[in-house]
């Protein structure tokens, strides 16, 4: 069925041209105010949503893919977080949690630490962004520890402010024309088996490998490193699943070393990956743990979330004006509790029902490479020549902008993945017609 013949609320229906002339007059305002730095892969101007679908200002509706950068955990404006929200911002929008004190925040604080890896005291920083959670991350990494020094990995993304950009090592349009950033920061390469060619414990041993033998024995003195920062799948880099064997490296490494190991949970936590975090995949215990977007369902709230002996910095060294929001922190109480109350379980069982289909892909069609993920974080790799999985970016953007066409929001990750994470509230018949637009864009390819 075409999606010009989708009449069901639930399923994409196009009936104009794309964009159509609403959402034409809308962009052509926004070239002339809004900051060119702005990423748009397509001309999708959004009017109101609900659940997982978009509609913009033509009357052509959407399947929402993307669920706003893997932040409307719940599906768009969900009754329980619009009540949450309708119901705080008449009671207290504002007071400012650094400096005074409100009951919902600390329930908050308390119920992320009892969610948790680990079962060790957590404390509970709030700000408003994930680049905000790894700015303080690593001050807090710098504080607890006497260490001034940091290492990431080759594809992450964990900010674009400039101390989480110094981190970042994803796209060099990022960096560029900023110049220097913070200083002692190190890079390693991240464990993609699919991209060496190798088993995944060969890939896992090289990467650490590269942290002992090369920057601890050249350019990084253990000695001085607060700390050790990763995604337990990469996002930006590609939805990159790395082997377990990494993990429990990374752990040994650090424990050794006396270095703090962050989890940047900013896009992989709240459910995405089908359980609370995708450290739980690996039974892995970060000392440090960021975590933002899905948190809110879409009002701006983020949470670095520490172990209680770390997290002893003295009052006014590191604060926010509107982190802990009354209204966002509502909102997260109420994602909160439909995560708990089944949407973590979905985003398992219809990730499940979608892998299960598209892990033939590779084999179907002719520019997938690989197909990976967890939960409703699943990303699809294409190459241009499978025998030597050279990269198609031109391939993955064209597939982009075809399942725009058709209906379907996706967006690309890496340098020629495609990413879905669509909201944890999708429905097993909106899985089977993401995954018939898909096929029908890579038959287009082939």
Not at 10 to 36: C, F, H, N, W
Not at 338 to 360: K, P, S
Not at 396 to 406: G, I, M, N, S, T
């Amino acid at each position: 069925m075409s999606t010009t013949e989708a009449v069901r609320p639930d399923l994409p229906r196009i009936i104009t041209e794309l964009p159509g002339p609403r959402a034409r007059a809308i962009i052509e305002r926004d070239r002339k105010v809004i900051s060119p730095s702005y990423t748009r892969s397509y001309p999708l101007v959004a009017e109101r949503a609900e659940g997982a679908m978009v509609h913009d200002p033509d009357g052509n509706r959407f399947l929402d893919f993307n669920a706003g950068i893997a932040v409307v955990a719940t599906g768009h404006c969900h009754p329980q977080v619009v009540e949450a929200i309708q119901r705080q911002s008449a009671q207290l929008i504002h007071m400012s949690g650094t400096d005074f004190y409100y009951e919902s925040m600390v329930t908050l604080a308390e119920r992320l630490a009892a969610v948790a890896p680990g079962d060790v005291p957590r404390r509970i920083y709030f700000g408003n962004s994930g680049t905000e959670a790894t700015e303080a991350a690593m001050k807090l990494a710098r504080y607890a520890t006497g260490r001034d020094k940091f290492i990431a990995f080759f594809g992450g993304f964990h900010g674009r402010t400039l101390g989480s950009l110094s981190l970042t090592a994803s796209k060099s349009v990022q960096r560029k024309g900023f110049g220097t950033l913070l200083g002692g920061v190190f890079h390693a390469p991240y464990p993609d088996p699919y991209r060496s060619g190798k088993s995944p414990a060969e890939c896992a041993a090289e990467s650490l490998s590269f942290i002992e033998d090369t920057l601890f024995r050249t350019i990084a003195p253990p000695e001085e490193v607060a700390a050790i920062i990763f995604e337990p799948v990469q996002g930006e880099g590609g939805y990159v699943v790395p082997p377990p064997e990494f993990l429990r490296g990374l752990r040994d490494i650090a424990d050794r070393r006396g270095i703090l190991i962050i989890a940047d949970e900013v896009q992989t936590g709240m459910g995405r990956t089908g359980r609370w975090w995708a450290c739980d995949h690996f039974n892995f215990v970060p000392d440090i743990l960021t975590t933002a977007k899905g948190i809110a369902s879409g009002l701006p709230l983020s949470a670095m979330i520490a172990r209680a002996d770390l997290m002893t910095w003295a009052p006014g060294a590191h604060a926010s004006t509107f982190g802990g929001n009354p209204v966002a922190v509502a909102a997260a109480l109420a994602t909160m509790d439909l995560l708990e109350g089944g949407l973590i379980e979905n985003a398992r069982r219809i990730g499940a029902h979608m892998m299960a289909r598209m892990r033939e892909w590779p084999q179907r069609f002719g520019h997938v490479g690989e197909v990976r993920g967890l939960g409703l974080m699943i990303g699809i790799e294409l190459v241009l020549d499978k025998s030597t999985r050279e990269r198609a970016p031109q391939l993955r953007d064209r597939a982009v902008r075809l399942a725009f066409e058709h209906g379907l929001l996706i967006l690309g990750a890496g340098p020629s993945s495609l990413r879905l994470s669509p909201p944890l509230v999708i429905t097993r018949d909106q899985a089977d017609f993401a995954m018939d637009v898909l096929e029908s864009c890579l038959r287009q390819l082939d």
